[in-house]
Structures are given as C-alpha cells and as structure tokens.
C-alpha cells in the first residue's frame, strides 16, 4: 500500500530522522505542579524524515504540536500524516483542537485499523460532532483524509512502515517507520511480560499470529530498531493486580528491548498518578535493570519537549536531566 499516492510533500526543511515528543501520559491529561518535568499531556509524537511530517496519535499533546506546525508552515500548506494507534479517547481527544484541521493549505492523511465496529472514520467522526464538539469533521475546513489501512506494511511518502497488533482491550496497532537515517518502533498501549492474555483480536486473525507463537508479531516488529517508544505504565507491583489491563511493567519492557536488540528505549505512556520524583526512580531502576542484563542500550523515559535524533543518536536543546 503506498499511502502517499496523490498527495505532494511538503518540505519539512528537516534532516535525517527525529523524533519530538508532544504528550507523554496515558488515560488521562494530568497538568500540574508534580508533572512539570515530563509533562501531563496525552499521547502524540511527532516523527520527520526528510520531507515527510508523521504524527503518531492525537491525544491532547497534538495541540501545541497543531500551533507549532502553523507558525513553521504559514502562508503554505504541509502534508501531514496521522497514524491512530487506537480510538481509545486518550489517543484521539486532541485531534478537534489540531490547529492545521482548519486550515485549508494543509493536507492531512489519518491511517490506522478499525476505531470500532463502526470503523474508524466513524468512530473519529463521532468525538468531534454534537454533543461533543461545535464543529463536525466534514465541517473542518482542512483537506483531512480518514482510511482505515488494507494491509500491515505500507509507505508514508520516503518512509517505509509496517505494523502489528497490540495487546490490548479492544484491538489497535503499533508501528514501525524506517528511512534512510534510522528506525523509530511506536507501541503505546500493549501488554507484555508474564501472564498477559493474548487476545485473538481480527488483527491477530489478520497475520496469521497463533497463541504462545515463539517471535509474536510484534517482537519482530521492534527487532534491532534504533528508537523504540514502549508503553511502561506499571511497575511490576502494580502489574501484579492488573494483568489483561492492556499496559505493561516497565521490567518487562526493559528484559524485551533488550532481547530485541532495541538501541535506545524510551519509556511511554506514563500512567496519571505518576509525578515526576516517581518517574525518576522509575527510570533510575531501569537504567540499572539494563545494565545488569549486559545491555548496551540507552534507557530513557518520555517527557514533553524531548527530541531525538539520528543517525546519530543525538538529544534535542533540551536538557538531559533536571
């Protein structure tokens, strides 16, 4: 599937690969005092490679994302992918207040699977129409596509990228870009590590994948990828009393990025009742458990503002630590 077909690039100015980081948090927004440092919005990250713009999910981080493309791109249009991982609202909630949605310049293309029984231009449709919101999405005056994807491997312009189904109540997808400069693997909500349920969800019907299969699709999707952004909401207590919840513990996820070869991995989806002090240690313990398998590779966590880069594995201006 080549999902750019028909619609002209918009030249980002941008090099190589990088990755900025707009909302972090899952469930819930979570602004406040004890949240300052790794912020308190919902989930959106920005990928550029080239002359391509991804945006992957719209929770209410896409909104200063929205602002930030506006200023970059006024007086011309820019071509803007949207990946939905899932229609869980903490994925979507931000998409009414994505400023490029009503500006006509602009060219949005939003993929993902099936939001819902009703499907995901539906299922995106119904959270931004009354009683909900003022403004309906046929109202938008953007130029915004919805296409629920046909296959698990296609092309967002240059970019070549795959996805996998996630662990998780009610189905979604996490994906995989790959460009010329490096490798971003994106799995926001999913479940791994002893005990999680393998729900035979369509998508898992879709790849063929069986129950208790020795490399499940998605370990294969983030084998030796140079970034990737894993949903670690739990520690392993607290996974302890919520297993089929569809989100993982942080050592989990640490022991698999490192089987996998992961270079770098970034803690995602922090849960709502987490203030900074905590993620600290949390990302204190994980560097620790990292190196303690013999792993070389670098542990971060998700903070508003962070901005990866590659191929050479650089950090944005913002500083590496408080």
Known sequence: MD??????AADSGAG??????WGVRGSVAVPGPSTVWYGGNTACVEVRSEREIVVLDAGTGIRELGKELNREFAGRGAR????VSHTHWDHIQGFPFFGPAYEARHRIRILGWRGSHEGLKRTVAAAVETPYFPVALREMPGNITVEELDGFAFRLGSVRARAAPLNHPGGGVGFRLDTR????AYVPDHEVGPGAPRRRSSLRRARGERAGAPRPVMEQLIQ???????D?????????????WGHSCVDAVVALAAQAGVR???LFH?????????LDGILSAARSQAMALGSAMIVDAAREGMEIRLPDGSMGAMPASR
Not at 3 to 8: E, F, Y
Not at 80 to 83: A, D
Not at 181 to 184: D, K, L, R, W
């Open 3 to 8: 999902a750019s077909r028909h619609l002209p």
């Open 16 to 21: 190589g690969l990088s990755i900025r980081f």
């Open 80 to 83: 803007l992918w949207i990946l």
């Open 181 to 184: 400069t490096g490798s971003v």
């Open 224 to 230: 030796g990828v140079d970034v990737l952004i894993h």
């Open 232 to 244: 670690a909401q739990y520690t392993a207590e607290e996974y302890a009393g919520r297993i089929g």
């Open 264 to 266: 770098r991995l970034v």
């Open 270 to 278: 922090h849960d709502p009742d987490r203030d900074d002090g905590q």
